[in-house]
């Protein structure tokens, strides 16, 4: 991978440079492609996060190709085309997910106008969520594929953003394409790099560092590994029975190390908060 070729798909959109507060406990799960495993792992980190006995909210943030209540077996009477339209706030189409033990906002699939809402719309929408945000210990957002306006707005609000990548070149390059995006808006440092379907714990290290060396070379960036999650057949299994992992396969090797990368976070948000109560008593 080189820089020349990471960069050969260019936004259409100036990237936001608005100023806006971020949220103290969203965490953000982006991928540079679709096909990665994206939603399937914001499922798993939630309900790993609400099985440490956080509250737990997961908002369906691809807006436009939403798949959180299919991946669940959701039909939601409520979504964010309520929101939207206007027709009612974003905390009145949160539902629980008593499965899970987590709570969730769902997207609506099929509406490509969802994606391509005007600015001050989408800054409403983000502004709701993070009023939203101060009812849970944290809020995880599924974004959607690939580094449009709207995806480049809700991940720069995040306190963290975690990068989901493969192997597949492909995925590299999308990835390093999201960085150096991200970097370009000021958004770099808080994205971190997950390993999705990693064939083996030397090929995921393998993986992240082809990713670590083109930002460290290029970008002069060196984002953390948040974690690696091994291939496992038992993730499509729970996919084709609409239940998530930790539901039907608590044991399985994908749904560990997900509650690995859900230690990091809870770590990383209680360091932040005792930041920013030190900060209020200095």
């Given amino acids: 991978m080189n820089d020349s070729v990471a960069t050969e798909k260019k936004p259409s959109d100036k990237p936001i440079s608005s100023p806006?507060?971020?949220?103290?406990?969203?965490?953000?799960?982006?991928?540079?492609?679709?096909?990665?495993?994206?939603?399937?792992?914001?499922?798993?980190?939630?309900?790993?996060?609400?099985?440490?006995?956080?509250?737990?909210?997961?908002?369906?943030?691809?807006?436009?190709?939403?798949?959180v209540d299919v991946q669940l077996g959701l039909m939601p009477k409520?979504?964010?085309?309520?929101?939207?339209?206007?027709?009612?706030?974003?905390?009145?189409?949160?539902?629980?997910?008593e499965d899970g033990g987590f709570d969730i906002i769902a997207?609506?699939?099929g509406q490509a106008s969802l994606s391509a809402l005007p600015s001050q719309r989408l800054a409403l929408l983000r502004d709701q969520l993070l009023e939203v945000a101060e009812k849970?210990?944290?809020?995880?957002?599924?974004?959607?594929?690939?580094?449009?306006r709207t995806?480049?707005?809700?991940?720069?609000?995040?306190?963290?953003?975690?990068?989901?990548?493969?192997?597949?070149?492909?995925?590299?390059?999308?990835?390093?394409a999201f960085i150096k995006l991200g970097n370009a808006a000021g958004m770099s440092k808080n994205v971190s790099i997950?390993?999705?379907?990693?064939?083996?714990?030397?090929?995921?290290?393998?993986?992240?560092?082809t990713l670590l060396k083109a930002c460290e070379n290029f970008l002069r960036l060196t984002p953390p590994m948040a974690g690696m999650i091994r291939q496992d057949p038992r993730v499509k299994d729970t996919i084709?029975?609409?239940?998530p992992i930790l539901t039907r396969s608590p044991?399985?090797?994908?749904?560990?190390?997900?509650?690995?990368?859900?230690?990091?976070?809870?770590?990383?948000?209680?360091?932040?908060?005792?930041?920013?109560?030190?900060?209020?008593?200095?």
């Avoid at 999705?196 to 560092?209: D, I, L, R, V």
């Avoid at 084709?240 to 239940?243: S, V």
Wanted: proline letters at 2%.
């Fill in 107 to 109: 997207g609506r699939s």
């Fill in 78 to 97: 409520r979504d964010l085309n309520d929101v939207i339209r206007g027709r009612l706030g974003l905390d009145k189409i949160i539902q629980p997910y």
């Fill in 240 to 243: 084709r029975h609409q239940t």
């Fill in 136 to 148: 849970y210990d944290v809020v995880v957002i599924d974004l959607g594929a690939g580094i449009d």
């Fill in 20 to 67: 806006f507060q971020r949220g103290k406990n969203l965490v953000a799960v982006a991928s540079g492609k679709g096909g990665v495993g994206k939603t399937w792992f914001s499922i798993t980190l939630s309900q790993a996060l609400a099985n440490e006995g956080k509250k737990v909210l997961l908002f369906d943030g691809d807006l436009g190709l939403a798949n």
């Fill in 251 to 282: 044991n399985a090797e994908a749904a560990q190390d997900v509650e690995k990368v859900a230690a990091v976070i809870i770590e990383e948000l209680m360091i932040a908060k005792k930041q920013a109560k030190a900060q209020k008593q200095a």
């Fill in 194 to 209: 997950v390993v999705n379907m990693a064939p083996s714990a030397a090929e995921g290290e393998k993986t992240y560092k």
């Fill in 151 to 176: 995806v480049r707005m809700m991940s720069a609000a995040a306190t963290r953003t975690l990068l989901i990548t493969t192997d597949e070149p492909t995925s590299l390059t999308d990835a390093y």
